[in-house]
T-cell receptor, first 113, second 114 residues
């Protein structure tokens, strides 16, 4: 059913470790996004990309970085995980064209101990 | 800076009742207003959307009411069912030179009791 895939689904990792959250979509969408969702539910945009080799920071400051080398792949990396990074991370994509709907993955729930 | 404010934060409704979620926005340049529905363990999914040139849009039991002068819009769920229990997000966007980004409300957790 899902055309946008996030792995891993759950990740528990110790402080200081480097992690990469994977996001892939098979729909050929140019635009991709990373959102952080806290237990309080609110969605915060942390990174977005409008195409290959294009990445921008979102509205919420994040210590993570992203890359967009291929259209279908938009990984997010934390060089040194901290407990404050504990959250749910949602990847999304949408086709070009105004008012096109966002397609979300099912998220990665990250816990940093 | 929160440009879209959503209320209530949580809502409990009996089966068959009407669920109403409200949103208010500040930026008059917004011209597209979607609602997203999120079930536990899933990402949000588009439910229904409206443009400001109409005051109401209905899709099945879901209706968006839009008040441009008040800068408010709301989601009405008629004959609410337990399967509607989810988190609902309103959002807004506008054309930008580099694409249209969505600004989300804070979310409303809806529980429909059987």
């Amino acid at each position: 059913e899902a055309d946008i895939y996030q792995t891993p689904r759950y990740l528990v990792i110790g402080t200081g470790k480097k992690i990469t959250l994977e996001c892939s979509q098979t729909m050929g969408h140019d635009k991709m996004y990373w959102y952080q969702q806290d237990p309080g539910m609110e969605l915060h945009l942390i990174h977005y990309s409008y195409g290959v080799n294009s990445t921008e920071k979102g509205d919420l400051s994040s210590e993570s970085t992203v890359s967009r080398i291929r259209t279908e792949h938009f990984p997010l990396t934390l060089e040194s995980a901290r407990p404050s990074h504990t959250s749910q991370y949602l990847c999304a994509s949408r086709p070009s064209g105004y008012n096109s709907p966002l397609h979300f993955g099912n998220g990665t729930r990250l816990t940093v101990t | 800076q929160q440009q879209v404010k959503q209320s209530p934060q949580s809502l409990i409704v009996q089966k068959g009742g009407i669920s109403i979620i409200n949103c208010a926005y500040e930026n008059t340049a917004f011209d597209y207003f979607p609602w997203y529905q999120q079930f536990p363990g899933k990402g949000p999914a588009l439910l229904i959307a409206i443009r400001p040139d109409v005051s109401e849009k209905k899709e099945g039991r879901f209706t968006i009411s839009f008040n441009k002068s008040a800068k408010q819009f709301s989601l009405h769920i008629m004959d609410s069912q337990p399967g509607d229990s989810a988190t609902y997000f309103c959002a807004a966007s506008m054309k930008e030179t580099s694409g249209s980004r969505l600004t989300f409300g804070e979310g409303t957790q809806l529980t429909v009791n059987p």
